[in-house]
């Protein structure tokens, strides 16, 4: 090695090896990460010759390393003389391909789908097939897992013979003994049949798709949920009503909640490969059955699904369908006794409006509406307000302020302080869907009231509430509503609400702007340097500090600073400081 070492000519790999040799794994990992850079300083040939078969029969056990190795083979092509070449970079990941840590075989498998691109249809044949083949009928599972990924990516440029023992060889991976190798079939069924001519589609794939989904562990029927999806969008309305409806409804009743959970997540895209027709003849009581699941976890997923699905029904028989079918399980999914449940269906249940009109959305969802908006759960009061724009634009602003504004208010004056904490991070969206007419007549005294609460966190909450609205609204509304009712609150006889001024301007500063600064609230900070009590005198340099930064340097130097500088000289040794402080920022 030390004469390796000596030959300019072989000195990268002279240096790889040490570095690789080293306990270090780190010192591994660096190596790895720079192997293009020296596939670079090797040429190509020398990288065919001498590089790959390195890496090929030196693997080292760390699976850090192992995995930068995946990943860096993936774009190697280039790098050994481009496409004629490709098949030399085989070897390595193959044999990454086979060892027992999941991450660096699925980098393994990634490149190497990379690389079969980078291949003629004859080089296809000659490399990448056998070497399928011999993943596909290895002894350990590893082998057997990887290859499964690698079928679709040959498939359609080999020639008809080829096809045939590809079909034959996933099938007899469909049926393996191993668990792990029979899943990673049923995840990749839905890429090959996207591959597989339309006449294998019907006679091979869907066979292995319904053993796949009668499997006896739940682990592989829930992934086979995906292969219906992708083979149900390949077949005619008719095929599908043949070949793939009683599967789907053996998943909703599957005695697996894993199952049926992974069906409800996936139905709208079933529901929308199948068809509309489909979907109301036989697919409505599946969807029936997830809502009313045992399992939680199944309900809130398909809850999540209610808008969509809706949304996707026949037109002619879809309000009939909602209103009969649906609606009676949705009533008993917002009183639900679990709370991701609850929260799920608050964010969807709003767009079922303009999908069943204004009639029926005042005397059937409203009620629900209201009683979600005094859930005990705030992400279900959240998500209604959130999507209170879609039942405005179907009843009206006048409809919904009689009937869910009133409710908002209760819980915006509740006695617990948390429900009217979480009211307030929800108005500035509740204004900007409302608009400002609407929210001046109802809601900005709300908004005020807010300011003067006994509670610290409610008050500074609502200040920087107040900062959000002037964001939504503008400068000129900020003006005229919001910053009048600030400056009377520096008169108040209680300092708290005094210094709830001060912790406004604060907030609103930045987006007033330095001029409306200086005319509007200025004034108002500078007579409060005066106030008998200390934390507002020392609040008051605080506040000069930040909109002293934000005015013109006139008003800086007339006021700010002389304002600063006879603070500095205060009683109190925190005015002292805090008005020090600023003037050294300021200067």
Request: a negative charge; aromatic letters at 4%.
């Amino acid at each position: 090695m030390a004469d390796e070492a000596g030959d300019d000519s072989l000195y990268p790999i002279a240096v790889l090896i040490d570095e690789l040799r080293n306990e270090d794994v780190q010192l591994q990992l660096n190596s790895m990460r720079k192997l293009s850079t020296i596939a670079l300083a090797l040429g190509v040939e020398r990288t065919r010759s001498e590089l790959i078969p390195f890496l090929t029969d030196s693997m080292c056990d760390e699976d850090e390393v192992l995995l930068a190795l995946a990943e860096q083979l993936g774009s190697f092509t280039p790098l050994v003389g481009g496409n004629a070449h490709a098949h030399c970079l085989l070897s390595p990941l193959e044999s990454l391909a086979t060892v027992e840590e999941t991450v660096v075989r699925d980098k393994a498998v990634e490149s190497l789908r990379t690389v079969a691109g980078d291949h003629s249809p004859a080089d296809l044949e000659t490399h990448m097939v056998p070497l399928i083949k011999r993943l596909a009928t290895g002894d350990w599972f590893t082998s057997r897992t990887s290859s499964c990924g690698l079928f679709s990516v040959c498939y359609s440029r080999v020639s008809t013979t080829v096809k045939q023992e590809l079909r034959t060889l996933f099938r007899n991976l469909c049926g393996d003994d191993t668990p792990m190798v029979r899943r990673a079939a049923a995840s990749k069924l839905g890429e090959l049949a996207k591959v597989v001519e339309r006449e294998y589609v019907i006679s091979e794939i869907i066979p292995m798709l319904h053993n796949l989904a009668n499997d006896e562990q739940d682990s592989v029927r829930l992934l086979s949920v995906d292969g219906c999806v992708s083979t149900a969008e390949l077949l005619t309305e008719q095929e599908c009503e043949q070949y793939l409806l009683n599967t789907i409804k053996d998943a909703s009743s599957d005695k697996s909640w894993r199952v049926r959970y992974v069906l409800a997540d996936k139905f709208t895209l079933l529901q929308k490969a199948i068809g509309a027709n489909l979907t109301n003849q036989h697919l409505v009581p599946a969807f029936q059955a997830l809502l009313k699941d045992v399992e939680a976890e199944v309900r809130a997923a398909v809850a999540h699904k209610v808008k969509d699905f809706c949304d996707q029904l026949v037109s002619d028989a879809r309000e009939a369908t909602i209103m009969q079918n649906i609606l009676p399980h949705v009533k008993q999914l917002v009183s639900d006794a679990n709370q991701h449940v609850k929260s799920a269906l608050a964010s969807v249940i709003m767009g079922l409006s303009p999908i069943v009109g204004k009639d029926a959305t005042i005397e059937h969802l409203l009620p629900l509406f209201l009683l979600q908006l005094k859930d005990e759960c705030p992400d279900v009061r959240l998500n209604i307000i959130s999507n209170l724009d879609c039942v405005n634009e179907v009843i009206g602003i006048e409809q919904l302020s009689q009937s869910l504004l009133p409710a908002i208010v209760e819980l915006a004056e509740d006695a617990k302080w948390r429900v009217r904490l979480a009211i307030i991070e929800h108005m500035p969206l509740l204004a900007s869907q409302l608009g400002q007419q609407f929210f001046d007549d109802k809601l900005n005294d709300l908004c005020m009231q807010w300011l003067v609460d006994h509670v610290y966190a409610i008050r500074e909450a609502a200040t920087v509430n107040l900062r959000k609205l002037v964001e939504a609204f503008g400068v000129d509304w900020a003006k005229e509503s919001i910053v009048p009712k600030v400056i009377n609150l520096s008169q108040d006889q209680n300092y708290l609400r005094r210094m709830t001024t001060l912790f406004c301007i604060n907030e609103l500063s930045p987006a007033l702007g330095g001029d409306h600064i200086s005319k509007l609230v200025l004034p108002t900070v500078l007579r409060m340097a005066n106030d008998e009590v200390a934390n507002v005198r020392f609040n008051v340099a605080k506040t000069l500090e930040k909109i002293g930064l934000l005015v013109d340097g006139a008003s800086v130097s007339a006021e700010v600073k002389p304002t600063l500088q006879r603070l500095s000289h205060d009683a109190d040794v925190d005015v002292q400081f805090f008005s020090q402080r600023a003037l050294q920022i300021l200067a």
